[in-house]
């Protein structure tokens, strides 16, 4: 059995951006939530607000965590918080829902990124042959 070509390029450098600009996504979504909560929820000086708050201040740090080894573990967790925020707001739960499914098919496709890459069926793996 052969071994798969060395990569020049890091596929999984290109993910880790795709993750980190999920997050800011994240962020934006969960800022414009920040209206409903001044409107309905007594403004954002409230426990609703400062969780919010909280939410996007750990989303931000997270982008620089991305490649970490725990960091998609801690996505995950971040998100099942997000989802329980159901109870004080159901729009940050539905945000929650709705980014914990973006965020498992994102973990889908970098199961099979790493799975093409041990098989070394990756494009930038393949062997070139010169036409002569």
């Given at each position: 059995m052969t071994t798969p070509a060395p990569l020049k390029k890091d596929p999984l450098k290109a993910f880790r951006g795709i993750m980190a600009?999920?997050?800011v996504l994240e962020v934006i979504v969960v800022a414009l939530a920040l209206p409903v909560i001044?409107?309905?929820?007594?403004g954002v000086g409230t426990l609703v607000g400062w969780v919010a708050f909280g939410f996007i201040a750990v989303f931000i740090a997270?982008?620089?965590?991305?490649?970490?080894?725990?960091?998609?573990?801690?996505?995950?967790?971040?998100?099942v918080l997000l989802i329980a925020?159901?109870?004080?707001?159901?729009?940050?739960?539905?945000?929650g829902v709705i980014f914990g499914l973006v965020w498992v098919y994102m973990l889908w496709l970098r199961?099979?990124?790493?799975?093409?890459?041990?098989?070394?069926?990756?494009?930038?793996?393949?062997?070139q042959t010169s036409a002569e």
């Open positions: 600009g999920t997050l001044a409107k309905l929820h007594g997270m982008c620089a965590f991305v490649g970490r080894s725990w960091a998609i573990p801690a996505v995950v967790g971040l998100h925020t159901w109870i004080l707001l159901p729009a940050l739960g539905v945000i199961k099979d990124l790493l799975k093409r890459m041990a098989e070394g069926r990756l494009p930038a793996q393949q062997q």
